[in-house]
Nanobody, 117 residues
Framework: EVQLVESGGGLVQTGGSLRLSCAAS????????IGWFRQAPGKEREGVSY????????WYADSVKGRFTISRDNAKNTVTLQMNSLNVEDTAVYYC??????????WGQGTQVTVSS
């Protein structure tokens, strides 16, 4: 059974930082690109950042480029998102998943990030 468990969210002020973690199980983690997504109230879920399983190359949405850093640990089946210089537009529930799958793995519960002004 595939499980994706996100953690690390919280309430921070504008300009603050958070570090999100995702623990994955039930699939060959090191064979897939893995990434972070977010969904703000009233908006569709969107991709935030992905990291390649092979060469470790990374993709970032324009809105987070230069502020967020993604990393992965294939030995521990975890992916991490370091978020700096947070602003209110980053407020959302954050999820991890495999972006290359036509049908995503079952979404986890996500972790809430709230940035106050």
């Amino acid at each position: 059974e595939v499980q994706l468990v996100e953690s690390g969210g919280g309430l921070v002020q504008t300009g603050g930082s958070l570090r999100l973690s995702c623990a994955a199980s039930g699939f060959a983690f090191d064979e897939y690109v893995i990434g972070w997504f977010r969904q703000a109230p009233g908006k569709e879920r969107e991709g935030v950042s992905y990291i390649n399983n092979g060469d470790g190359s990374k993709w970032y949405a324009d809105s987070v480029k230069g502020r967020f850093t993604i990393s992965r640990d294939n030995a521990k089946n975890t992916v991490t998102l370091q978020m700096n210089s947070l602003n209110v537009e980053d407020t959302a529930v954050y999820y991890c998943n495999v972006p290359s799958r036509t049908i995503p793995y079952p979404w986890g519960q996500g972790t809430q990030v709230t940035v106050s002004s």
